[in-house]
């Protein structure tokens, strides 16, 4: 079914990285939930009505809570979809993940009103009425919201977007909300006298925050600038050290405008005997081939390595065996021997793991010993990582 919904309304539907097609795939998605919470809304408060079941009038509710999300992120695909201005010259991309934020915040609103209303109710119970016809009707808002988080679920895959991705995890929550509604008016029918149906929205409604909280916690990472995918960091090591001519790469950095919108920069080693036009070419190359591969705008930027010199590999390893003794998380890179003065410096790049105990001037202090032994000054700048892998 949703194969079919994608081949009947989204014209050029694998191309995902362009804002049109994300466009599509938002107002599938956001159309057929409007549709489907709505039919379910006005079921769910019929039955509630009649039987008197507050967590069936809550989970009515907040399938009408539901809509509210698929307008938001009906207006968060369209804000993105639009072109980079003076504004914005990155694009307005982030804007799905500021209608996922805002999806978070309706579920949260949702969960605290549910929340509220089940405790009234445990205080003041009251008698829940019960007919198989509304256990039925039920059962089939079950099976509706399976298929609602199996499809938001699918086009989140297939598009990467978290908002999606929320849409499927609240589907998820009604699932299991109307389960528990079922459960608690089946349990109504015995002779224990316990106000199940306030018990059952008070369940319902700390399952449902727990959700709004992850979703949350999961976008807010997003627009706070988490690391970028360890996959795409893995594959554009590898292509731009598919080029012979270089040797290394460092000091990574992507940057996320939103889904499709990715640029980034790094170091790339070379042999400092090639010439300048040969070097660029070599990171030219590689430029267009991530380009061309993984959407992502890189930046090269060419280091020297003179990988002839057998004294400065030497110092090189013995700087290593060093940082390895402090901690096996420590890693160089960028090591050049040169003049300075009188003195003949080693200057590198440390990089110092997050999960490191040590501190960048504890560190120094260890190198500054190793460094006097040796006879050189040293010239070390400390940084982290910024891709959540360990460089190599």
Known sequence: ?????????IKNADAVSYPAVRRR?????????????????LLKVLIGILSRSISILSDAFNNLSDCLSCLITLFGYRIAAKPADREHPFGHGRSEYIAGLLIAVVIFLAGFELLFTSIQRLIHPSEVNFSWTMALILGLSIGVKLW??????????????????ASSQDSRNDVLSTGISLAAM???????SFPFDGAAGVVISLFILKSGWDI????????????????LTDHIREQILSHEEILGVHDMIIHDYGPGVQIGSAHAEVDSAMTLVAAHDALDAA????????NVTMTLHADPVDVRDE?????????????KGIDEGLTLHDFRLRVKGDCEEAAFDVLIPYDCALSANEIDIQLKEACEVLGNCLSVTYDHDYTGEAQE
């Not at 949350?216 to 996959?231: C, H, Y």
């Open 311 to 323: 004294r400065a590999k030497r110092y090189k390893e013995t700087f290593e065996e060093v940082l």
């Open 186 to 192: 089946l349990l109504s029918m015995t002779s224990v």
């Open 1 to 9: 079914m949703t194969e079919w919904l994608i081949r009947r309304f």
């Open 148 to 165: 609602m988080s199996v499809f938001y679920g699918k086009l989140g895959e297939r598009i990467d977007s978290s908002t999606l991705k």
């Open 216 to 231: 949350a916690n999961e976008i807010i990472s997003q627009l706070l600038g988490k690391p970028a995918d360890r996959e």
């Open 25 to 41: 795939y938002g107002t599938l998605s956001s159309m057929t939930g409007i549709v489907l919470n709505i039919l379910l809304f």
């Open 287 to 294: 430029e267009e081939e991530i380009l061309k591969l993984y």
